[in-house]
């Protein structure tokens, strides 16, 4: 079974642009979570989606939105950047959500480059 | 609200000797607790978990037991290789938090 795919990989923007990061599940999972890695904060929590609503949200600006599709394949965007978005943004599969003992599934990342 | 605290290193151990990560939390309500590995260049993969008090996880040589009476999750191997070099987070949810609370990761580079 495939596991978690992200793309891109890389991807390098200039403050004030936007940009939309994909994340496409294991085949079956309807959870998709993603999580942003950064040296000084670490792994934080950005948001949950579930058969295509939100179900969970972390402590982040309005500039991180996210949508999930019918087929569980999930996307990130975030607007006006800012340096400080550079970091490493993970997205995590699992079946029934990110509560309690459900594995969360991780994918390789993107790493975002705001210059 | 949630956290969870654990050494950040980098620690350096040689190969074949003992290792102990530790691992302590704060959580409302009744949380589980994970342990993930980072290789460079790779997203993170699910090391052991256990869901309730006194149990323990193990895998790849790997084992950690969920104390809840000390709020502590202690990950340890009897003997390391170089192959178990990376980046170890320990994380837990179900507690007040949404989503997977996060360590700050322990590097650990195990030299031959």
């Known amino acids: 079974k495939a596991g978690v795919t992200q793309t891109p990989r890389y991807l390098i923007k200039t403050r004030g642009q936007q940009v939309t990061l994909s994340c496409s599940p294991i085949?079956?999972?309807?959870?998709v979570s993603w999580y942003q890695q950064t040296p000084g904060q670490g792994l934080q929590f950005l948001f949950e989606?579930?058969?295509?609503?939100?179900?969970n949200k972390g402590n982040f600006p309005g500039r991180f939105s996210g949508r999930q599709f019918s087929n569980s394949r999930s996307e990130m965007n975030v607007s006006t950047l800012e340096l400080g978005d550079s970091a490493l943004y993970l997205c995590a599969s699992s079946l029934y959500g990110t509560s309690g003992y459900n594995e969360q599934f991780f994918g390789p990342g993107t790493r975002l480059t705001v210059l | 609200g949630d956290s969870v605290t654990q050494m950040e290193g980098p620690v350096t151990l040689s190969e074949e000797a003992f290792l102990t990560i530790n691992c302590t939390y704060t959580a409302t309500g009744y949380p589980s607790l994970f342990w993930y590995v980072q290789y460079p260049g790779e997203g993170l993969q699910l090391l052991l978990k256990a869901t309730k008090a006194d149990d323990k996880g193990s895998n790849k040589g790997f084992e950690a037991t969920y104390r809840k009476e000390t709020t502590s999750f202690h990950l340890e191997k009897g003997s390391v290789q170089v192959s178990d070099s990376a980046v170890y987070f320990c994380a837990l949810s179900g507690g007040g938090a949404d989503g997977l609370t996060f360590g700050k990761g322990t590097h650990l580079i195990i030299q031959p």
């Open positions: 085949s079956g999972h309807r959870s």
């Open positions: 989606y579930f058969s295509e609503t939100q179900r």
